[in-house]
């Protein structure tokens, strides 16, 4: 059997097609780091947005009159909202409507 000789211009395109399948494979890699990393950036800033919405909506409970209900509905602690009520477990009760305007000392505030 012959054995079939490559000349020196295949070789190198034979290299060169497995550098960039290696970059290729290092390319993918990095972009999945990247991508997870971002989704993990985004989870954590949305958790302080909601935490400080929280806080802020707190501090106007105990600071301030509610002077107007609108539709947005609340549970309990403890209780998860699905539709119009709230549920934990096998119990349910109905869901409460939470104010949506507060009147402070100085000013109005409206929360959504």
């Known amino acids: 059997m012959k054995q ?13 097609n497995k550098v960039k399948f290696k970059n290729w494979k290092l390319v993918v890699i990095i972009l999945f780091v990247v991508l997870v ?9 949305l958790k302080q947005i909601k935490k400080a919405e ?3 909506r707190e501090w106007l409970k105990e600071n301030c009159k509610c002077i107007e209900y609108k539709g947005k509905r609340t549970c309990f ?3 998860e909202l699905r539709g ?11 869901s ?3 104010c949506s305007k507060y009147q402070c000392e100085n000013f109005v505030e409206e929360v959504g």
């Not at 079939?4 to 060169?16: A, C, L, V």
């Open 77 to 79: 602690e403890g209780y």
């Open 54 to 56: 929280n806080e802020r």
């Open 4 to 16: 079939k000789k490559f000349n020196k211009s295949e070789k190198s395109i034979e290299k060169t």
């Open 96 to 98: 409460l409507i939470s």
């Open 37 to 45: 990393t971002l989704l993990v950036v985004i989870s954590l800033i």
């Open 84 to 94: 119009n009520f709230c549920v934990n477990g096998k119990e349910f009760t109905n």
